[in-house]
């Protein structure tokens, strides 16, 4: 119980923070004057209130975060704040269920980008921003944001940081203090946005669509403030700026701060993940819309290319945004944009999925065993990059992998049977776990989420929840080990 | 000369016995009295026990009037910080370390004035590797040394019947290419070396030492035996300094096996290397190189610190198949007695990297010194300075030159553009002139004739 009390003492700390997070609503509104101001202070005071509240009563047991303290505080954090981020939705949107907004607000902080709203061209624009916001805080993390900011976490910071941020290999410290690596992280994430905020309104947007549409670049989520998201437009300018920005967001943070450091761009090509990833994504683009076109989906080669290019980057980034409906493609482009978007994202991006280094460690791993085969006495340690790669390392990516496909052949099996078809289960599961958005059939970009019965719904909020902390730092909560002492 | 060398190690003794003939004062100081005790036994030089950085060691040894400061113990860091001492507290003129550690030999400016001092900086397992990575690139020849910055070769290699000047006289060298400029140095018969001139006949089983410029080493290797398709497929035991050293220089332009029988070890060079097989295992192991496939390796470098080990592993990759086996040795004794046997090339490290380091003993103006043929012959490149007063040889055509016999001028590098010698050509101020000795004996005269008269000065 005392431990339970230590991390609600540290998650009320961090609400009270959260609650920051709604000055951006409330400036917009202020100056849109679009009736939401009193919704957004009513929802600030109630999160800073109950924050506060949770953290004077608990101050008793104020304590260092162990490495279990950590995952309970991770989860906490991820799923308390979707909840009272539903606050100002529930307060404005007439007849939403708390089901479905905290699907949307767990959507957007998972940076998913499925949603269960439509009209959101006629929603007011603090809470269209508000729903973009979550997206762009959750890209980067929550801890990693309250690491940044509350160096108070001290010691246990290290562990937080570890449980939230995706890859494998989170050793490689790019400052001495975690609290420094997390500004840093911050800084860049910030920076890069700003540009893109920018170069959107430069492409033709005004300037709320751009600073909602780079929140969602940036965080890859994937929410847009109109139904038929970017297709809206029908700008090509506009696509390809966001197709840079989401391929921007899709390599390491670390490297983009290395690279910034450093004011050199070899550090890019120093990094195995963000070659494959950026090799991966433009060959999938020119064969894709080769497919299209050769299958006469576009008569053109180079409209292929253009949606081709868009629709797959934004769904193999794992952001979601669509252009066209690509549920009517031929359906090897679709299923192959979801597989990328298993794959490809690199760690420490903002990207969902597997994660590139998973996907390079154990295509290694296979050749190795054809070596050991071909060369019994042979010693060949697993490098990427030139970096060596240790041995439980592979396992514990090896473990990874097969948890992440028991969860989603679980996750499949238990939409079948609440009655959805299989292309819908499937894709939705898929969509969610790897935090992408739309799916196929049903959940298909053409649609939305709002179809799914309440309990399907919570389904696929779980999905995205385990799919963002990367299955273990969730599941491990599920262990007996984790609450024997 | 006073010279004081720090370290008994393989280096440090090698050098040791070999300035001893050269009738200078040695001190060596050494951490192992046993080691040292040895040397004494043997040489007749100085010795002293003690940490050779240290400034009580070092005075003691008697570094205050010591010309050259050779320092090659173990520890690049306890030869840099000798070197400074020495120059900072003794002002010894003269201070050569041998430095490993690449992260030192990369920033040149560690060893300036300013830090540790070191005038030069030798590491004789890069040397090796250099020249064994030679013999791999000319897998016919037996020896292949580099003069002023590559451009000229001089190039050891039996004559095998199939070449198409074996069996005629050696003036047909110029006809049969007339776009080559070559000249023969020596050729040794039944371990003798032959007087030679145009009319000379190359027998089969000749050892013919060729100078020409780099790029014409292959079509000159050409006329002496039959030329195989280059070496692909290397194979080296041991993963020891040198071992790892070759394959990183191999690796990327050969597909290389190195084998390593420490498990540990076997890690480390693996993570290091990218593209090298690193196998677990002896190399005397006849059904592991059987396994690798040994009988189609091109080369075959037995490179372990246990010379019985390499002897054994190269014979055996030998029957096995392999095209040209390469063993390292260190016992000299042994060297003599397996070179023509059914070992291709056997290397003695001494040998090899001796000669960096007596380049800088040397009087006169000496750029380099090779030795050949375990150590009896020697090439020299020389740099002729003066004018035709004050020098013996500037001035002069070759045949003019009253040069001692023994010593063949073999080429010139003038400003960088190389020119093999012929008997009309005039040596100027500053050229680079390679010279074969087959006799070392006759190296001290060799380097009297290029030295300048006091009248220059």
């Known amino acids: 119980m005392q431990r339970a009390l230590t991390v609600i003492h540290a998650l009320g700390l961090m609400l009270a923070v959260f609650s920051i997070a709604y000055l951006i609503p409330i400036a917009v509104s202020l100056v849109y004057d679009d009736g939401t101001l009193i919704d957004f202070l009513m929802a600030m005071v109630w999160t800073a209130g109950t924050g506060f509240l949770l953290w004077l009563l608990t101050r008793r047991y104020k304590g260092e975060l162990s490495i279990r303290h950590g995952y309970l505080l991770v989860v906490g954090m991820w799923t308390s704040m979707p909840a009272v981020a539903t606050l100002p939705l529930l307060l404005m949107i007439n007849g939403l269920s708390f089901t479905d907004a905290y699907f949307e607000t767990m959507s957007g902080i998972t940076t998913t980008g499925a949603t269960t709203l439509s009209g959101l061209d006629f929603l007011p624009p603090a809470i269209n921003l508000w729903r973009h916001e979550l997206n762009w805080i959750g890209g980067m993390g929550i801890i990693v944001l309250a690491v940044a900011i509350l160096p108070l976490l001290g010691v246990g910071g290290r562990q937080l940081f570890k449980a939230e941020t995706p890859g494998p290999m989170k050793e490689a410290a790019l400052t001495p203090r975690i609290t420094e690596t997390a500004r840093n992280l911050w800084f860049v994430y910030a920076s890069i946005t700003l540009a893109c905020i920018l170069s959107l309104k430069w492409a033709g947007m005004d300037w709320l669509d751009a600073i909602c549409h780079s929140f969602s670049t940036m965080g890859l989520g994937g929410f847009s403030t109109h139904d038929t998201s970017i297709g809206f437009y029908n700008s090509p300018r506009i696509e390809f700026v966001i197709i840079v920005f989401m391929l921007i967001a899709v390599i390491n943070f670390s490297t983009h701060f290395l690279a910034w450091r450093g004011r050199s761009i070899t550090v890019y090509r120093q990094d195995p993940e963000a070659l494959a990833t950026l090799g991966l994504i433009l060959g999938s683009c020119v064969g894709i819309a080769l497919f299209l076109w050769w299958q006469g989906v576009y008569t053109s080669y180079w409209t292929a290319l253009r949606h081709a290019s868009f629709n797959l980057v934004s769904i193999a980034t794992s952001s979601g945004f669509t252009s066209q409906d690509y549920s009517l493609w031929p359906i090897f482009a679709p299923l192959w944009m979801m597989f990328l978007a298993c794959t490809v994202a690199s760690s420490g991006s903002t990207g969902g999925g597997i994660k590139m280094i998973r996907t390079l460690i154990l295509f290694k791993q296979a050749g190795r065993e054809f070596l050991k085969l071909l060369h019994p006495a042979a010693v060949n340690p697993m490098k990427i990059g030139g970096h060596l790669v240790p041995n439980n390392i592979v396992f514990s990516v090896l473990g990874f992998i097969f948890l992440y496909f028991m969860t989603v052949a679980t996750l499949v099996f238990v939409l079948l049977i609440s009655g959805m078809d299989f292309i819908s289960a499937f894709s939705a599961v898929l969509a969610c776990a790897n935090n992408f958005g739309p799916g196929l059939g049903t959940v298909g970009p053409a649609s939305n989420y709002s179809s799914l019965s309440d309990f399907q719904t919570w389904v696929c909020t779980f999905a995205m929840l385990v799919g963002r902390l990367e299955i273990f730092t969730v599941l491990i909560l599920f262990t007996p080990h984790f609450w024997r002492r | ?457």
Do not use: W
């Open chain 2, 1 to 457: 000369m006073k010279i004081l060398i720090l370290g008994a190690g393989q280096v440090g003794s090698t050098v040791a016995e070999s300035l001893v003939g050269e009738s200078n004062d040695i001190t060596v100081v050494d951490t192992d009295s046993e080691k040292l005790r040895q040397l004494q036994d043997r040489l007749d030089l100085r010795t002293l026990t003690g940490n050779a950085s240290h400034p009580s060691v070092l005075e003691k040894a008697g570094i205050a009037d010591t010309d050259f400061l050779l320092a090659v113990t173990q520890s690049d860091e306890v030869n840099m910080v000798a070197c400074k001492l020495a120059a900072s507290l003794y002002n010894t003129p003269t201070r050569i370390a041998r430095i490993r550690a690449t992260d030192y030999l990369e920033r040149r400016e560690v060893f300036n004035e300013d830090n540790f001092c070191v005038d030069f900086s030798i590491c004789p397992e890069q040397i090796l590797t250099e020249y064994i990575a030679k013999l791999i690139e000319f897998p016919e020849a037996l020896q292949v040394l580099e003069f002023s910055a590559k451009k000229v070769s001089l190039v050891a290699v039996r004559a095998v019947e199939g070449g198409p000047l074996v069996g005629r006289p050696l003036r047909f060298l110029r006809t049969d290419m007339p776009n080559i400029d070559t000249r023969v140095a020596a050729i040794f018969r039944q371990d003798r070396s032959i007087n030679i001139g145009g009319d000379t006949v190359v027998e089969a089983d000749d050892e013919v030492f060729f100078i020409a410029a780099t790029e014409h080493i292959r079509d000159v290797l050409k006329e002496l035996r039959r030329i195989d398709k280059p070496a692909k497929r290397i194979m080296i035991v041991g993963g020891g300094n040198i071992g790892r050293r070759l394959a990183k220089t191999l690796e990327r332009d050969y597909q290389v096996k190195l084998i390593e029988h420490n498990k540990k070890s076997c890690a480390t060079i693996a993570a290091d290397l990218t593209n090298t097989l690193v196998i677990n295992g002896d190399g005397t192991d006849e059904k592991l190189l059987l396994q690798e496939h040994v009988g189609e390796v091109d080369v075959f470098c037995a490179l372990t610190n246990d010379d019985e080990n390499n002897i054994m592993s190269a014979l055996l990759a030998k029957q096995g198949g392999a095209r040209k086996v390469i063993a390292l040795i260190n016992r000299s004794a042994y060297v003599g007695l397996l070179q023509g046997s059914q070992i291709d090339i056997a290397l003695s490290p001494a040998q090899v990297t001796i000669g960096s380091l007596l380049a800088y003993v040397r009087q006169g103006d000496v750029a380099a010194v090779h030795s050949l043929r375990r150590g009896a012959a020697e090439a020299l490149e020389l740099v002729a300075h003066g004018d035709r007063k004050s020098s013996k040889v500037v001035g002069r055509r070759i045949d003019e030159i009253e040069s001692p016999k023994g010593a063949t001028i073999g080429a010139i590098v003038r400003s960088g553009k190389a020119i093999i010698a012929h008997h009309d050509t005039v040596i100027e101020a500053e050229d680079h002139i390679i010279v074969f000795v087959n006799d070392k004996s006759i190296v001290r005269k060799v380097e009297k004739l290029f030295q300048v008269s006091l009248g220059f000065f």
